[in-house]
């Protein structure tokens, strides 16, 4: 790929801004990157590429590569809701950008009927969680923010563990998300290469490896496995997840999935090698469809 050679070490691929749940501006989140030392990055905002160009504004302007991308809320058959991050898709491809949209439309009523059953026990109102969400699409983590803030815990962890976990009273799943099978195929469709989000995070269950070929069969270029909330959460399936990647050769991502304050995570805690960076690179897509052909997005080199 053209200025591949140029692209800069530690790479990392999973951060967010407020445009989605993180507490900093796209612009912020950046500058934070590269205080941490991080030179090439990804803006990975839930279902939405909203914060793209004033991300790479600030990547050109500190010499960084930026490689665009985003989270996209997604469903797995008895494994609940997951996240799939695509990266250097075609932002402007109508059907990825239409379920994108309808994800990010039922938002602001699955955090109001949340609000209403909390309110049985937790005095919060849906007015503070879109005061802290700030014009962004309403999310779990600030409604978090709303019950750390008045005491009920002490971070955002705290709440997902204890209050706001699937399965809770609390808790709605979020409506309208795509298939996994379905997402996969769409990324691909707009140019991009789909990665599943840190796999054994939010899951004490493992992936069996038969499930794992039909999604790599079916367009997923790999797994995000540095991440440190898959090691904190589900060691154990995290090390049968490496025993696959070695028999299977998948791409491993490494990232921090920064979120501000709302998270311990910093930029640069994990990162993905040069060589995988390569070859995510090299599976996307140009508008003719024929691999290892230029994104359509491209890769942008300070």
Request: glycine letters at 8%; aromatic letters at 6%; hydrophobic letters at 40%.
């Amino acid at each position: 790929m053209n200025g591949l050679s140029r692209a800069q070490a530690p790479i990392d691929l999973h951060l967010h801004s407020t445009i989605s749940d993180g507490t900093d501006e796209p612009t912020r989140v950046v500058e934070a990157a590269f205080e941490a030392g991080v030179r090439t990055m990804s803006l990975t905002d839930h279902d939405t590429t909203v914060g793209w160009d004033e991300a790479i504004a600030a990547c050109q302007r500190l010499g960084m590569t930026f490689i665009p991308g985003a989270e996209i809320s997604v469903s797995l058959p008895k494994a609940g809701g997951m996240h799939l991050l695509a990266y250097l898709f075609d932002p402007l491809n109508a059907p990825l950008n239409e379920v994108m949209g309808r994800v990010q439309g039922g938002r602001e009523d699955r955090i109001t009927e949340i609000v209403r059953r909390l309110r049985a026990k937790y005095d919060i109102t849906v007015e503070e969680v879109l005061d802290v969400a700030a014009g962004a699409p309403p999310q779990r983590p600030h409604v978090a923010a709303v019950l750390i803030r008045h005491g009920y815990a002490v971070d955002t962890d705290e709440v997902f563990s204890t209050i706001l976990y699937p399965g809770s009273e609390f808790y709605i799943p979020t409506a309208k998300k795509p298939d996994i099978l379905e997402a996969i195929a769409l990324v691909r469709a707009a140019g991009g290469v789909p990665i599943l989000a840190h796999p054994t995070a939010r899951t004490e269950h493992t992936m069996p490896k038969e499930n794992l070929i039909r999604l790599l069969d079916a367009g997923l270029g790999g797994l995000e496995l540095d991440h440190q909330e898959n090691r904190r959460n589900n060691p154990e399936s995290l090390a049968i997840l490496w025993e696959y990647q070695r028999e299977l050769d998948f791409i491993v991502t490494g990232s921090s999935d920064y979120h501000g304050t709302r998270k311990v995570n910093r930029p640069g805690d994990d990162t993905t090698s040069p060589e995988m960076l390569e070859r995510l690179i090299e599976s996307a897509r140009g508008s003719s469809g024929s691999a290892g052909s230029e994104p359509v997005y491209p890769v942008l080199v300070g």
